[in-house]
Nanobody
Framework: QVQLVESGGGLVQPGESLRLSCAASGSIFSINSMGWYRQKPGKQRELVATITSGDSTNYADSVKGRFTISRDNAKDLVYLQMNSLKPTDTAVYYC???????????????WGQGTQVTVSS
């Protein structure tokens, strides 16, 4: 099995920064895309940012210029640096990874348990 564990969430004031981390562990042959999604109260989960194994990135328009996604392929880690946070960024943030557990298996998408980010004065 594969586990994704997020860390780094918390309560911050508008304009401040947070860095989320997500560690993948378990039976992993390779990881393709990794990403961050968020879910606001009463809303559907939405994409925040993704990064491929070749470091190509994609961002939601609402976070472009403020958030930066990065990854450490050797350690199966993905990060989300969030700057200039706004109250509208308040949400539960979920890590996602497309993992190949063995050379002969297909990619499968895994999710972390989520970490709460609250931006409030």
């Amino acid at each position: 099995q594969v586990q994704l564990v997020e860390s780094g969430g918390g309560l911050v004031q508008p304009g401040e920064s947070l860095r989320l981390s997500c560690a993948a562990s378990g039976s992993i042959f390779s990881i393709n895309s990794m990403g961050w999604y968020r879910q606001k109260p009463g809303k559907q989960r939405e994409l925040v940012a993704t990064i491929t194994s070749g470091d190509s990135t994609n961002y939601a328009d609402s976070v472009k210029g403020r958030f930066t996604i990065s990854r450490d392929n050797a350690k199966d880690l993905v990060y989300l640096q969030m700057n200039s946070l706004k109250p509208t960024d308040t949400a539960v943030y979920y890590c996602n990874a497309d993992v190949k557990q063995y050379a002969y298996t297909f990619l499968r998408s895994y999710w972390g348990q989520g970490t709460q980010v609250t931006v409030s004065s």
